[in-house]
């Protein structure tokens, strides 16, 4: 191998995101308050979330998201459950990828990390997760660098195969990546909300970040809370609580009627043309599924893809959103 051709060692590192096209998000899974696991949504409980588990499985989406702070820990608890349920074939072609949280009173974020995903792993009944994340910079009082070598710390450890990052904008994103390469580690993924309520990561440039890093995009409420699946409109909002592509619904209905066009044209739902749109950016969406029949409609947006022209037309209705303080990215 001539001396150019030699691979740097911060790509050495696996990227298990590679050859995942969707997963699933769990924040849902054990969240009572805003997703009515076994309280406003008398149908959402453990078995109806079982199904939807291995209904993706089925269908090839093999790549589970979660938190350690997702139901506080009953989503990670839900999943450990699950995944004893599953062939020895199957369990091992899932990937796990959960999440640490760093807040204001974490002074040693290196330390409460690796006790973080002691815990996760313990919750989800597993040696090691697939990807390890932090869940985002906005409330830690330490630096970039310090959140990294936590990660780098956990990967050393054996505790994850790979490293991520989720809420990180364009310049903290190639600060994680520089300091990951000082440890020889590649940074695999950043976890972003976008949606077609959400462009700003592609108008702001991050989407370009990711993609001249190498870093994989994992888009994170791909369907703005349900807004963009066709079940709810003006006369039958969201309910409340669900911030995220929080714009009102007779604001986008335009939006909405060319997306039930383009989904007629395609023989789709409204829902799967939403996810298509996410693929088509090159971004890895996650969205929630609270039964088997959401799996599979999720599951329908893989196997084709939006036209070119499909994609300026929904860009030419989409909306660019917000930042508050969990997300500032873009």
């Given at each position: 191998m001539a001396a150019s051709e030699v691979i740097s060692p911060a790509r050495l590192t696996p990227n298990i995101l590679k050859g995942?096209?969707?997963?699933?998000?769990?924040?849902?899974?054990?969240?009572r308050n805003v997703w009515g696991y076994e309280s406003y949504d008398a149908s959402f409980n453990e078995a109806s979330t079982k199904e939807a588990f291995h209904r993706s499985v089925e269908l090839g989406v093999r790549l589970i998201d979660t938190a350690s702070v997702y139901g506080n820990g009953e989503s990670e608890r839900l999943i450990g459950r699950f995944l004893k349920t599953l062939s020895p074939e199957q369990h091992e072609n899932v990937v796990i990828a959960t999440k640490y949280r760093p807040m204001p009173w974490h002074f040693n974020c290196r330390q409460q990390l690796l006790k973080s995903i002691k815990e996760s792993l313990e919750r989800l009944n597993v040696e090691k997760v697939g990807l390890l994340q932090v869940h985002g910079p906005a409330l830690s009082i330490r630096s970039i660098e310090h959140l990294c070598d936590g990660l780098a710390d956990a990967y050393e450890a054996g505790f994850c195969t790979s490293v991520g990052v989720s809420n990180f904008s364009a310049k903290e994103l190639r600060r994680a990546h520089s300091a990951l390469k000082k440890r020889n580690i590649s940074l695999s993924s950043n976890q972003i909300e976008l949606s077609l309520l959400r462009l700003k990561p592609e108008l702001d440039g991050l989407l370009a970040t990711c993609k001249e890093l190498d870093v994989s995009i994992l888009a994170?409420?791909?369907?703005?809370?349900?807004?963009?699946?066709?079940?709810?409109?003006?006369?039958?909002?969201p309910p409340k609580g669900r911030s995220f592509g929080n714009v009102r619904m007779d604001e986008i209905e335009p939006l909405l009627e060319k997306m039930k066009a383009i989904a007629l044209q395609h023989g789709k739902t409204v829902a799967q043309v939403a996810l298509n749109w996410c693929i088509c950016k090159g971004a890895i969406p996650i969205p929630g599924a609270k039964n088997a029949k959401q799996a599979e409609d999720n599951a329908g947006a893989l196997g084709w893809m939006l036209t070119p022209e499909d994609i300026q037309q929904l860009d030419a209705l989409g909306r660019k959103g917000h930042n508050t303080i969990y997300w500032q990215h873009g």
């Open positions: 995942h096209l969707m997963g699933v998000g769990t924040w849902a899974w054990g969240e994170y409420s791909p369907l703005a809370m349900g807004r963009l699946t066709g079940k709810y409109s003006t006369s039958n909002p």
